[in-house]
């Protein structure tokens, strides 16, 4: 933007301030020194600055997540264990299903030979 020099002028002419500014600012500059004299309640945050309490953070911290990966390679070893006792009772089950079908041909086969030794007989 271009301003002429005319418009510089008026935009940066001295002006009389507003009524009431200095009542305002002096309120506002005693209000100001008065929360600095106040006590300062202190945030958590102030806390973790003590070396201590970080120390201590730092380490509990430090221990929750060892103890989580403990806990989540146990659930893992469970897991696996799980899965090959499953695979073993699916294959004991196979075995004497099979076991089962042998057992039942042989009765039949017992069965059809005394069906044909009575025909026989009589």
């Given at each position: 933007?271009?301003?002429?020099?005319?418009?510089?002028?008026?935009?940066?002419?001295?002006?009389?301030?507003?009524?009431?500014?200095?009542?305002?600012?002096?309120?506002?500059?005693?209000?100001?020194?008065?929360?600095?004299?106040?006590?300062?309640?202190e945030?958590?945050?102030?806390?973790?600055?003590?070396?201590?309490?970080?120390?201590?953070?730092?380490?509990?911290?430090?221990?929750?997540?060892?103890?989580?990966?403990?806990?989540?390679?146990?659930?893992?070893?469970?897991?696996?264990?799980?899965?090959?006792?499953?695979?073993?009772?699916?294959?004991?089950?196979?075995?004497?299903?099979?076991?089962?079908?042998l057992?039942?041909?042989?009765?039949?086969?017992?069965?059809?030979?005394?069906?044909?030794?009575?025909?026989?007989?009589?």
């Amino acid at each position: 933007m271009n301003y002429s020099e005319e418009e510089l002028k008026r935009a940066l002419r001295r002006r009389n301030a507003p009524a009431g500014f200095a009542d305002r600012v002096l309120a506002h500059v005693a209000m100001e020194k008065a929360a600095q004299s106040a006590p300062r309640r202190e945030s958590m945050l102030t806390f973790f600055t003590q070396p201590l309490v970080r120390w201590t953070a730092a380490t509990a911290l430090a221990g929750t997540l060892i103890a989580g990966s403990i806990h989540c390679r146990n659930l893992q070893r469970e897991r696996a264990e799980g899965e090959a006792a499953k695979q073993q009772l699916m294959l004991a089950l196979r075995i004497a299903g099979s076991k089962l079908q042998l057992a039942k041909a042989k009765v039949n086969e017992i069965n059809v030979n005394e069906g044909k030794n009575r025909q026989v007989k009589e």
